[in-house]
């Protein structure tokens, strides 16, 4: 039989739940428990007020903040931050009944994991934009929730403003992602797009960062590329299903970047970008974060600045990109403050915890490094002399590397000044090239070790 | 007090519709009724078929086909296909209380029009990807989904694969969209793309298109940009919440281009893209078809082949762009198999209806194309003799339209031989431009009506 049509307030007879769901149905305002009140946390205090009354009729239910957890009470907050309702305990919150939903943008793995764990245990819905947290206990959290029949949304934590997870989880609800090609560091894109563009050196363009607030006064953890592996587990999780240690993710920063390779890459028709790239393999996946040539056409080439950009390469739906600012407070505010509308909306209809449900995890063996293939961009420090090409060449063709380009730069036959010998190869297993590499680095007109950059134009 | 943890399985105690939602709940199947079966209606039935078991397990319920309406029972369909479903008779579906969801995949106004709203008034939840449809009766539609509290899902009327809709109705709820970009039409995309890149002409592209199966066999809604402009109308539903007579919509299609156009556009540092462009200006909104001038350095220009792209600007978010195949059997399907799982999940929690309450829509003036600013690229065939550049620019100056570069092609001197002369122009309003062309077109050099295109580089 037909289900009829049916208005939220028609609900069913009373019964315990029945009741509880009934309150919200009337516009019982849904309770937020906000914990952490910097600029993201800011930004969603802002985006709350300012959309107060769409957000509610689409939630059925006005959204309240009813407690904010910061550390200072006498800091200075947003307009919107009604200074009655910080706390510095977070009991106050996670403790408090009436708190429907806790929203957490503290950041850090400690205590924000240890609150987030409570606040599901407590049967609270979850808004979470740390990526650090779900890369490092992603899974777990997701099996409580489910467990305890609670919403964990993170839309945040990846990309920012980009509705990657939400395109994930839903878009391709349809379809099997076969791989994903992603720019999620925007300090490592800002860094190289300056580089590239202007010319500049790495760390003047690091420093350009810092002053620009792109980049944290220590900026090992984006130029290093771990904030970017971070984010590519937590795509894992949503795209292959994938349940990763984050600690097996390979990953190269930016720091060996320097102008040359970005000469070189512009003559070859390249742009140097750092990706996130996953690949489900069936038997495996592939997951590695690094700095790679993409062709200059290339939509990701052309993604520039603090921009994010995620490709996704779909079975039925073929190629797809996200692309949007993967940080700053607003962008991410956004982000949060659709999952808690999201977030509300099923717990005022009821259905509180279906869409963590969704999500499946097993865990997925990693493709080792040296397994992977690819088209590599390789650049030789070498000394100027005779049989310079037959000891670069050699180890090359005895591994099985073949040489699709080369060029040569430096003023050849002035003797022992040093030159640079660039090869774009074809495609190889990294294992293979790894021990010509060995070999070359033992020749002794080499003068520096040799760099390796892979190619993405799949 | 807080919400405690519910699973779906704990429904209310009994009442009429309590019982009705626990049937659902307790995993009796959402019959789907399919009106059309081509290449979109074939593909649904394969994706529905692939992933069965993920659908049924996020639905908390099996999706289950009951019935297929066709024109021709005999003619050859996917293998996913059961025969024995195949019906000629729209009361079949229509008129079957057994059918919880309907699928419309047939296309054209009617009497596609007909049967969905035929649908809406049983209570059934419906799924379109009828962009003409939308376009013509939208509001209409969407209007008598709400009023009969059914969802009406309609993610894979703009852009096929790509989660436009999703992205504008759940991603944007927190913020507001300020303006939208957009590659649309895959036909015309392919046709610019393939001018622009093989050098080949306008006629030779279109049949290329045909050959391919990317333009129809007439292919004026496609090239004349009508289909572009319905699917404006049915973004600017979503982005701005607007009510609009898509009959009221500037549109241009790309006939008018020749490869002469790609030639300076190339030179002045850009693409030709066939754009739908909409803007919020508060008091009213600015839509508009036609095809512009891009940076060859945005993501827009490198948006190639049948692709498309929407590049949107959010008040908070700032810029984000969604990418990927705008049309297609497989991609147009995986969207209209995620509003499937998104309605049958509505439908399953007893909250149908609840996200097409979301769309609001008022009437909203169009802003009339003269008021219209722009940068400009204008291409005057003229015959090469002295005074014409005094008879270009002094209109021009006169109307206020200021000139940034210009350039004259041809062999100057030669006399009477006719030569490009093209300028691009500072931003200036389109009125103001249109009457300094109609000068210009009364001067005796003029050998051919002058060619204008906007430039869009916000």
Not at 69 to 97: F, Q
Not at 108 to 137: S, W
Request: glycine share 10%; charged share 20%.
């Amino acid at each position: 039989m037909s289900i009829p049509p049916r208005a939220p307030s028609e609900a069913p007879a009373p019964s315990a739940s029945a009741v509880e769901r009934r309150r919200h149905r009337g516009g019982t305002p849904i309770q937020i428990g906000l914990l952490g009140c910097g600029t993201v946390g800011g930004g969603v205090l802002r985006l709350l007020a300012d959309n107060a009354r769409y957000l509610g009729e689409r939630a059925q239910a006005p959204l309240v903040v009813r407690r904010v957890l910061v550390r200072d009470l006498d800091k200075e907050r947003v307009a919107e931050c009604d200074r009655a309702l910080l706390t510095v305990n977070p009991a106050d919150i996670l403790d408090d009944p009436a708190i429907d939903l806790v929203v957490e943008v503290m950041g850090g793995e400690d205590p924000a994991g240890a609150y987030v764990t409570r606040a599901i245990e407590q049967g609270k819905g979850v808004v979470t934009a740390n990526k650090m947290l779900l890369a490092m206990r992603g899974p777990a959290l997701v099996d409580l929730a489910i467990e305890r029949r609670v919403d964990l949304a993170f839309e945040g934590a990846v990309g920012g403003g980009i509705p990657i997870i939400r395109t994930l989880r839903e878009a391709f609800a349809g379809d099997w992602v076969e791989s994903l090609t992603a720019i999620i560091n925007g300090t490592c894109n800002y860094v190289l797009t300056r580089m590239r563009e202007g010319g500049v050196s790495l760390s003047a363009a690091i420093t350009e960062a810092q002053a620009k607030g792109y980049a944290e006064a220590n900026p090992a953890l984006d130029v290093d590329g771990h904030d970017a592996a971070h984010k590519l587990v937590v795509l894992a999780m949503l795209a292959f299903g994938a349940r990763v240690d984050h600690r097996a993710v390979f990953v190269e920063g930016i720091r060996g970047i320097d102008e040359t390779d970005h000469v070189f890459a512009e003559r070859f028709g390249f742009a140097i970008k750092h990706l996130a790239i996953g690949r489900d393999l069936g038997a495996s996946i592939e997951l590695r974060v690094h700095p790679a040539l993409v062709p200059k056409s290339s939509v990701l080439a052309n993604v520039n600045g603090v921009l994010n950009a995620i490709h996704l390469e779909g079975r039925a739906l073929g190629p797809s990109l996200v692309y949007g600012r993967g940080a700053g407070d607003l962008p991410t505010a956004v982000s949060v403050v659709a999952d808690i509308l999201d977030v509300a909306r099923s717990i005022v209809a009821g259905v509180a915890g279906l869409q963590t449900r969704g999500i499946t995890m097993i865990p997925r063996p990693l493709l080792p490094m040296s397994e992977v293939t690819s088209r590599y961009y390789l650049r030789f420090p070498v000394a100027d002399r005779p049989g310079v090409m037959a000891g670069l060449a050699g180890p090359l063709g005895e591994a099985g590397v073949s040489i699709e380009q080369m060029v040569q730069q430096g003023a050849s036959g002035s003797g022992a000044a040093p030159v640079d010998v660039v090869m774009i190869t074809h495609r190889a297993r990294e294992g293979s090239l790894r021990e010509a590499l060995a070999q070359i680095e033992k020749q002794p007109f080499m003068i520096a070790a040799p760099r390796l950059l892979r190619i993405e134009d799949r």
